[in-house]
Each structure stands twice: as structure tokens, then as C-alpha cells.
């Protein structure tokens, strides 16, 4: 069983979805308009969202976009538009798979299962330890050598995805794609929450504790000596 959000304004083919996934014995919340989703998947995060794109208040591509800026969530998008072009585009901004209405129950939920044992498998621990860095994902808290860390969400969200590849060498275009969502952007903008991270943990580039740059790959979170 799974705690699944329906983002979807017509009344009719959410109650449709919220009847079907329930029947799966899933435990189903409801939005009609994007702004309501993004609240609760902030507030009180869903293990997935099926989130419809003809939405009253926001554009869901815009929706998607502003879903990842939040959280990780699995998204199955629900679309009328059959376009290759579209969905491609959809995938690349943060969707984890699709449906193009009219869907059958059947077809959702074998999508849905298939999302959550992805979700499932690559799901780090809920506390991430690395040296004396500890990494609290639930509370979204960090701490050094037992002392609470002041971090930005971004800052948090980079911290956070290094940790949960602790001595693995992490490349720049997967940190833009990961953490902000980008599939390019300027490298700068790294390097920049890196500086700010590294005096936070009371390190710097040129003596490294925690956080190495690996030039002209990515960047490396270890376990300090």
C-alpha cells in the first residue's frame, strides 16, 4: 500500500482514479488545482503523485517543474496530448513515467507499481552518517561533530545527494539535473552553493575535508581520515 495524490481538476475523472486506487488498497489524498498539490506534497509528502497537465491555476508542466524544486517524489503524468515531442520533454523535466488519457485502471496501477519498486530501490536511509556529518533526510537537518548545521534547501538537497554517494566521484551535469533541474547551466552556480557548503562544514577548496573536487569531472563527499 502506497499513499498516492491525485492531481486532477475534473471532478469526474478524480473520483474515477481515487475509486481505482483504492480498490488497490491505496491510501488516496486529492488536489483540483496545482498550487493545493504543491502544499501537500510539502506538508505531508505522498509516496507518488499522478498529476493531471490541464490544471485551472498552472500550466502542470510548470507544475512538474515546481514539484521538483520541493521534493523527489515519483510523478506519473496525466495527459491528453499524445505528442512525442511533449512527452519527451516531460520526462526530461522530472516526470518519472506517463499516461495518455483515457487510461484503463489496470494500465495506472501497473505504471504505479512500477515507479514506487524504482523509488523503493534507490531510496537511501533515512539518516545518512558520513565521518561525523550526519545527514537527517526526514527532518531534512544535518549535523557536524553533533553541532545542527544553518542550511539553505539547496544547500541541503546537494549535501544530502552527496552523502548518499559518499566516496563516489559525482559529475557536475548530474548534479544541475538532480539537484536543480536543469539538463544544462553554467558551472558556476555549483561552484558557488559548494563555497557556501564548504564554510559551513568550516572547510575550503584548497583544504578539503569533506568535499573534493575532482577537476574536470564532478565532485566527491569521503569519509575524512
Known amino acids: 500500500m502506497a499513499t498516492v495524490l491525485v492531481v486532477e481538476d475534473d471532478e469526474y475523472v478524480r473520483s474515477a482514479i481515487i475509486q481505482e486506487l483504492s480498490r488497490r488498497q491505496h491510501a488516496v489524498r486529492s488536489a483540483g488545482r496545482a498550487l493545493d498539490a504543491l502544499r501537500e506534497i510539502t506538508l505531508n509528502p505522498p509516496d507518488a ?9 498552472l500550466d502542470g508542466s510548470e ?3 515546481m514539484v521538483r524544486s520541493v521534493s523527489s517524489v515519483p510523478v506519473i503524468v496525466a495527459t491528453a496530448r499524445d505528442d ?7 520526462l526530461q523535466s522530472g516526470a518519472d513515467d506517463y ?9 495506472l496501477n501497473a505504471r504505479l507499481d512500477a515507479v514506487l519498486r524504482r523509488a523503493r530501490s534507490t531510496t537511501p536511509p533515512p539518516m545518512l552518517c558520513v565521518g561525523g556529518l550526519s545527514v537527517d533526510l526526514n527532518r531534512r537537518e544535518a549535523s557536524l561533530d553533533g553541532v545542527p548545521l544553518t542550511l539553505t534547501r539547496r544547500e541541503f538537497d546537494l549535501l544530502a545527494y ?18 536543480w533541474q536543469q539538463s544544462y547551466g553554467d558551472d558556476q552556480t555549483i561552484d558557488v552553493h559548494l563555497s557556501w557548503l564548504r564554510r559551513k562544514l568550516g572547510e575550503s577548496a584548497s583544504a578539503p575535508r569533506y568535499l573534493h573536487t575532482v577537476r574536470g569531472v564532478g565532485v566527491m563527499l569521503i569519509t575524512p581520515s
Open 49 to 57: 503523485v499522478v498529476l493531471d497537465l490541464g490544471l485551472p491555476d
Open 162 to 179: 552527496l552523502a548518499a554517494r559518499v566516496d563516489r566521484v559525482v559529475p557536475r551535469k548530474e548534479l544541475l539535473t538532480e539537484i
Open 99 to 107: 499516461l495518455v488519457k483515457p487510461f484503463s485502471g489496470d494500465h
Open 84 to 90: 512525442e515531442a511533449e512527452i519527451v520533454r516531460l
Open 63 to 65: 507544475a512538474l517543474k
